[in-house]
């Protein structure tokens, strides 16, 4: 079964320094968001990417965070300067199609630790 | 009013037993929503799309109230490994799922 796939599995960074974390999605699809879950808290939406622009992003999308599809196949969230509270697990996820339509599907995550 | 609504539980229930979640939401037009399994520090899963009235699985059965603006799952024959958090997510008309804060099912031995 085709997957999202995420790198690192785990990033360590130091408060201030720039993280880039990376995705795959599934190829035939065509929707692409990041969400990110605080420990012991809910699933937050942070971006949606269709058609190589942002769709529609939550307050938590401030100006520090900014997305990429460099390429046909990844898809990147970069923060610029982490601050501590962005400590948390950072999903990715892919949908055929727009979500009235089809479900969401997530990579393993990408937990973040800001020091 | 929050977006998508659950009971956060834990709900502990025994071996072999039926249980049911309900999810409530706010959007009256919201067309289409899933129930997501989550075990603890792991990626949501997918157990379940619901876009009209209802859905089977298995021991898995969602429903859809639109009246009511609700979606239930039911888990009938609970085994140890349906132990885990479950989503209640709406597809919304613009470009985003919604989430629930989830709820923790227990089952015990």
């Known amino acids: 079964e085709p997957e999202v796939t995420q790198t690192p599995s785990h990033q360590v960074t130091q408060m201030g320094q720039e993280v880039i974390l990376r995705c795959v999605p599934i190829s035939n699809h065509l929707y692409f968001y990041w969400y990110r879950q605080i420990l012991g808290q809910k699933v937050e939406f942070l971006v949606s990417f269709y058609n190589n622009e942002i769709s529609e992003k939550s307050e938590i999308f401030d100006d520090q965070f900014s997305v990429e599809r460099p390429d046909g196949s990844n898809f990147t969230l970069k923060i610029r300067s982490t601050k501590l509270e962005d400590s948390a697990m950072y999903f990715c996820?892919?949908?055929?199609?727009?979500?009235?339509?089809?479900?969401?599907?997530f990579g393993n995550g990408t937990r973040l630790t800001v020091t | 009013r929050k977006e998508v609504e659950q009971d956060p539980g834990p709900f502990n229930v025994p071996e072999g037993a039926t249980v049911a979640f309900n999810c409530t939401y706010s959007?009256?037009?919201?067309?289409?929503f899933f129930w997501y399994r989550q075990d603890c520090r792991k990626e949501p899963k997918l157990l379940m799309s619901v876009y009209s009235s209802g859905n089977e699985d298995g021991r898995f059965t969602a429903q859809l109230n639109r009246a009511s603006q609700y979606i239930s799952l039911l888990i009938r024959d609970s085994k140890l490994s349906d132990s885990a958090t479950y989503l209640c997510?709406?597809?919304?008309?613009?470009?985003?799922?919604?989430f629930g804060t989830g709820t923790r099912l227990k089952v015990l031995a």
């Open positions: 996820a892919s949908s055929e199609s727009r979500p009235t339509h089809s479900p969401l599907h």
């Open positions: 959007n009256s037009a919201s067309q289409s």
């Open positions: 997510v709406e597809g919304s008309g613009t470009y985003k799922y919604i």
